[in-house]
T-cell receptor, first 113, second 111 residues
C-alpha cells in the first residue's frame, strides 16, 4: 500500500534462536526507522538511519542489532530474545530525516517463547 | 528528552458528534506536529500535520490546531463516522528530527 514492505509478517522464535526482520522501501526515501509496538504502550522508537548512517539508538538492548546496507533496506537481527520482546515491530521511512511524514510498513508480529 | 502526553486515552462518541484529542509536549524546539491513525490490525498512517508557523489546518472533517505558547496541539474530527474508529497518535518532532509518539487515543464511534 505505502511502498514499505516487511518480512516475515509473523515470526515465532525460541529464546536461543537467531532471526532477522527485513524492511524494504520503494519510495526513494533517505531515512529508515525501527519501532516496537507492545500492547497498551506507545510506539517506541528503537533505531534511526539517515543516509545509511545510524543516528539514533534509544537505549535498545544489544540483543537487537540493526543493519542498513543501503537507503532502501533495513534489517533487525535478533538473538537471545526474552518473552517480553514479543511485540509488533514496525519499520518506517521518510524523506528529509524525521521532520516529515513517516510511511510505515505492515509490521512483523514477533512471539518469543 | 521530550515529554508527550495525549488525552484522553479512550474516547467514545456517537456517530455524527465531534471528537477532540489533545497532545501536550515539553520540547520548545518542536516544530512539526503530525497526527497518525492506526486502525485495528493495520499500520499507522498520517492523517494530518501542521508546522510551527501555522495555527490551524483543516482537511474536510479533520482539523489540527496548534498553540505553541502553551505547547499543545489538538486533533478535531467533526461529523464522526464508524470508520473513524481507530487509535490516534500524536508525534511532536523537533528541529533536529527527533520525535516521540504519544500513548495513543482509542476512539470508538457508535452508530
Amino acid at each position: 500500500e505505502t511502498g514499505v514492505t516487511q518480512t516475515p509478517r509473523h515470526l515465532v522464535m525460541g529464546m536461543t534462536n537467531k532471526k532477522s526482520l527485513k524492511c524494504e522501501q520503494h519510495l526513494g526515501h533517505n531515512a529508515m526507522y525501527w519501532y516496537k509496538q507492545s500492547a497498551k504502550k506507545p510506539l517506541e522508537l528503537m533505531f534511526v538511519y539517515n543516509f545509511k548512517e545510524q543516528t539514533e539508538n534509544n537505549s535498545v538492548p544489544s540483543r537487537f542489532s540493526p543493519e542498513c546496507p543501503n537507503s532502501s533496506h533495513l534489517f533487525l537481527h535478533l538473538h537471545t530474545l526474552q518473552p517480553e520482546d514479543s511485540a509488533l515491530y514496525l519499520c518506517a521511512s521518510s524523506q528529509e530525516g524525521t521532520s516529515s511524514e513517516q510511511f510505515f510498513g505492515p509490521g512483523t508480529r514477533l512471539t518469543v517463547l | 528528552g521530550e515529554n508527550v502526553e495525549q488525552h484522553p486515552s479512550t474516547l467514545s462518541v456517537q456517530e455524527g458528534d465531534s471528537a477532540v484529542i489533545k497532545c501536550t509536549y515539553s520540547d520548545s524546539a518542536s516544530n512539526y506536529f503530525p497526527w497518525y491513525k492506526q486502525e485495528l490490525g493495520k499500520r499507522p498512517q498520517l492523517i494530518i500535520d501542521i508546522r510551527s508557523n501555522v495555527g490551524e489546518k483543516k482537511d474536510q472533517r479533520i482539523a489540527v490546531t496548534l498553540n505553541k505558547t502553551a505547547k499543545h496541539f489538538s486533533l478535531h474530527i467533526t461529523e464522526t463516522q464508524p470508520e473513524d474508529s481507530a487509535v490516534y497518535f500524536c508525534a511532536p518532532t523537533d528541529s533536529w528530527g527527533k520525535l516521540q509518539f504519544g500513548a495513543g487515543t482509542q476512539v470508538v464511534v457508535t452508530p
